[in-house]
């Protein structure tokens, strides 16, 4: 398996930042001004549904790295082809909404089944934030034996964060974090901290012990494109601060 240079040099100083267009989200014009948005703001990689067409659009408007995200293993094949260079297993957050959960089982299922039709693909798998914290633990360490190169860490959804603000933005992010910390200290690859993460959390994932976040809808929801990349800007800025801090 090869990692892409810039992607392996930012994990490897734990400041990465994904930005998430949304695995459920095929709009070619919602995909694309995220996507700028990103080339503009300077994050590490882009997180764009599974699909050939978004692929290469998102390839005609970026030189960063293009993850492809879905739950079905075949979906990456085409989506590779046309040149997507990592794929993600997840995360779930729109089907939490569906009332579609998914266990452990299914989710190792699914990652033995992406490996054996792409076995040297970079390769991340989102732990269902539904699970315990012990069973996420579990579940991450046998995705690692699986096939996995990164594990990713979500909670937004789950959430109900009592107060406005800045202590608002810390309690949604804390199911996340605390997965992050649990996580990272049992498994010898490196945790993307994603879902319900802001500027403000995005250091507090890395003290936790990821090597970066993934941040979706609080860029992609923003309905200007200078907005979206000054909130690209402030997540890149927010974790260059954490990992010179980490690293002081």
Do not use: W
């Not at 080339?39 to 692929?55: N, Q, R």
């Amino acid at each position: 398996m090869t990692m892409n240079s810039n992607l392996q040099r930012a994990f490897a100083n734990r400041s990465v930042l994904k930005v998430i267009s949304g695995l459920n989200n095929f709009n070619a014009e919602s995909v694309a001004a995220t996507v700028k948005a990103a080339e503009l703001g300077g994050p590490t990689f882009i997180d764009i549904a599974a699909d050939a067409a978004l692929v290469k659009l998102a390839k005609s408007l970026t030189n960063l790295p293009v993850c492809v995200s879905a739950v079905e293993p075949e979906k990456f094949v085409q989506a590779v082809a046309a040149g997507a260079d990592l794929i993600e297993i997840g995360n779930f957050d729109s089907f939490y909404a569906q009332g579609r959960k998914f266990k452990a089982e299914e989710v190792l299922a699914i990652t033995y089944q992406t490996r054996a039709l792409l076995p040297e693909i970079t390769l991340s798998v989102t732990v269902p934030h539904i699970l315990e914290l012990d069973q996420q633990v579990q579940l991450a360490e046998d995705l690692v034996k699986a096939g996995a190169n990164i594990i990713q860490t979500e909670g937004g959804t789950s959430s109900k964060p009592a107060h406005g603000g800045t202590l608002g933005l810390i309690e949604k992010a804390a199911p996340t974090l605390a997965a992050a910390y649990q996580i990272s200290r049992a498994v010898s690859v490196p945790v993307l901290c994603a879902s319900g993460i802001s500027n403000v959390t995005a250091p507090l994932a890395i003290a936790a012990g990821a090597a970066g976040v993934g941040v979706g809808s609080a860029i992609n929801q923003l309905n200007s494109e200078i907005a979206m990349i000054a909130a690209v800007r402030g997540l890149v800025e927010a974790l260059a601060t954490a990992s010179t801090r980490t690293f002081a």
